[in-house]
T-cell receptor
Framework: GQNIDQPTEMTATEGAIVQINCTYQ??????LFWYQQHAGEAPTFLSY????GLEEKGRFSSFLSRSKGYSYLLLKELQMKDSASYLC???????????FGAGTILRVKS | DAEITQSPRHKITETGRQVTLACHQT?????MFWYRQDLGHGLRLIHY???????NKGEVSDGYSVSRSNTEDLPLTLESAASSQTSVYFC??????????????FGPGTRLTVL
C-alpha cells in the first residue's frame, strides 16, 4: 500500500520562508508531485521530482530524498496569495496513478 | 486553448437517484481520472481510464461507474446516490500511456449534495 503524511496546517508571515514536509511509503516510486489548491478551486501543478535533489522554480522549490521517502516544498518571499492548501502526491509502481496526501493548509498572515 | 471542463458545477439530488457528472478534455490526453475530495481525506481516486474502452477501479469505486467511448469524455455515474457521496468531484487528465508518470491537470470540480 501507500501512505503519505504531511502536516495539517501551517501559519507563516508575509515575506517569510516556509517549508512544507511530506513523507511517503510506497510500493514502487515514479515521482513526487506538489499541487497548490486555493479554496473552492481545482488543484494546479507546482512541481515534479523524480531524482534526488532540489528543483527550483522562482519562489518555489521542491526537494526529494528517495532513500528517506521524504520531500519538502519551500516557499520564499511569502505573499498573501500563497494562502492555499498544498498537496503532495506520489506516483507508484504503475506510474500514472497518483496517491495524494491529505494536504497542508498554509495561512499567510500580514 | 486546450482545457478540461466539468458539468454541472453544482448539483443537488435526492437519495436513490441516478446522477451523471460530465468531464470533457480537449488536451487529447490518453489518461483520465475521477477523484472525490472530502475534508480530512484529500483526493481519493474513484475510477480511471488509460484510453478508449479502458476503465479501472480506484480506491473508492463502490457505487460509481464510468465508461470511455471516446478520448475526450469520461462521465461518472452514481447508480443510486447516497448521502455519503456528498462531496466535491474532480476530473483530471494526463498525456502518456501506461507505466509513465505524467502531470495530471484538473477540471474545476463539481460540488454534489445528496439529500
Amino acid at each position: 500500500g501507500q501512505n503519505i503524511d504531511q502536516p495539517t496546517e501551517m501559519t507563516a508571515t508575509e515575506g517569510a520562508i516556509v517549508q512544507i514536509n511530506c513523507t511517503y511509503q510506497t510500493s514502487g516510486f515514479n515521482g513526487l508531485f506538489w499541487y497548490q489548491q486555493h479554496a473552492g478551486e481545482a488543484p494546479t501543478f507546482l512541481s515534479y521530482n523524480v531524482l534526488d535533489g532540489l528543483e527550483e522554480k522562482g519562489r518555489f522549490s521542491s526537494f526529494l530524498s528517495r532513500s528517506k521517502g521524504y520531500s519538502y516544498l519551500l516557499l520564499k518571499e511569502l505573499q498573501m496569495k500563497d494562502s492555499a492548501s498544498y498537496l503532495c502526491a506520489v506516483g507508484g509502481r504503475y506510474g500514472n496513478k497518483l496517491v495524494f496526501g491529505a494536504g497542508t493548509i498554509l495561512r499567510v498572515k500580514s | 486553448d486546450a482545457e478540461i471542463t466539468q458539468s454541472p458545477r453544482h448539483k443537488i439530488t435526492e437519495t436513490g437517484r441516478q446522477v451523471t457528472l460530465a468531464c470533457h478534455q480537449t488536451w487529447n490526453h490518453n489518461n483520465m481520472f475521477w477523484y472525490r475530495q472530502d475534508l480530512g481525506h484529500g483526493l481519493r481516486l474513484i475510477h480511471y481510464s488509460y484510453g478508449v474502452q479502458d476503465t479501472n477501479k480506484g480506491e473508492v469505486s463502490d457505487g460509481y461507474s464510468v465508461s470511455r467511448s471516446n478520448t475526450e469524455d469520461l462521465p461518472l455515474t452514481l447508480e443510486s446516490a447516497a448521502s455519503s457521496q456528498t462531496s466535491v468531484y474532480f476530473c483530471a487528465s494526463s498525456a502518456y500511456g501506461v507505466g509513465s508518470t505524467d502531470t495530471q491537470y484538473f477540471g474545476p470540480g463539481t460540488r454534489l449534495t445528496v439529500l
